[in-house]
T-cell receptor, first 114, second 113 residues
């Protein structure tokens, strides 16, 4: 069974540009969530999608957005990039409801903003 | 505001000894606490969880303890092995209807041979 796949794995952008990251969840998983990891900050929740609807959103500015497609694949977009957006962006999928905490993470997309 | 804190950024132990990682939480709204493990260049992987109706859960070398009165969670690894060297995150669920977790900042564990 294939795991969560994220593309691209690494990317470099400059300030002011925008970026789109892609995530394919485990087959059958309908919930996809996104997290940002920066040194010393742990994993910060960005948003969660379930059946193409945003079910939850974290405390990030509107420059961060996402969507989910009918096949459960998800994308997140960051517009007008800032230096502080440099981070590892992790996508996770889950199956079970009621949710008991187990997420399956991809390897992440490492974004560097210059 | 729901928060999870890991106050020790790093921990170093000798192979074969016990590793104890700690976590404090506030205002837990739902009833599952978890530990995730992360190696460099990999995504976090689920390690062990505990329901708030329990005070201990054990899985092989890993045991999680929950002290609800102190709002404190700990992970014990016995015996520690060099392969356990990784970053460990504790996490708290928000509700049963959303896949959102609140994570701590992480503790880097180094197990020396």
């Amino acid at each position: 069974k294939a795991g969560v796949t994220q593309t691209p794995r690494y990317l470099i952008k400059t300030r002011g540009q925008q970026v789109t990251l892609s995530c394919s969840p485990i087959s059958g998983h309908r919930s996809v969530s996104w997290y940002q990891q920066t040194p010393g900050q742990g994993l910060q929740f960005l948003f969660e999608y379930f059946s193409e609807t945003q079910r939850n959103k974290g405390n990030f500015p509107g420059r961060f957005s996402g969507r989910q497609f009918s096949n459960s694949r998800s994308e997140m977009n960051v517009s007008t990039l800032e230096l502080g957006d440099s981070a590892l962006y992790l996508c996770a999928s889950s199956l079970a409801l009621p949710f008991t905490g187990e997420l399956f993470f991809g390897e992440g997309s490492r974004l560097t903003v210059l | 505001d729901q928060q999870v804190k890991q106050n020790s950024p790093s921990l170093s132990v000798q192979e074969g000894r016990i590793s104890i990682l700690n976590c404090d939480y506030t205002n837990s709204m739902f009833d599952y606490f978890l530990w995730y493990k992360k190696y460099p260049a990999e995504g976090p992987t689920f390690l062990i969880s505990i329901s708030s109706i329990k005070d201990k859960n054990e899985d092989g070398r890993f045991t999680v303890f929950l002290n609800k009165s102190a709002k404190h969670l700990s992970l014990h690894i016995v015996p520690s092995q060099p392969g356990d060297s990784a970053v460990y995150f504790c996490a708290d669920t928000v509700s049963s209807n959303t896949g959102k977790l609140i994570f701590g900042q992480g503790t880097t564990l180094q197990v020396k041979p």
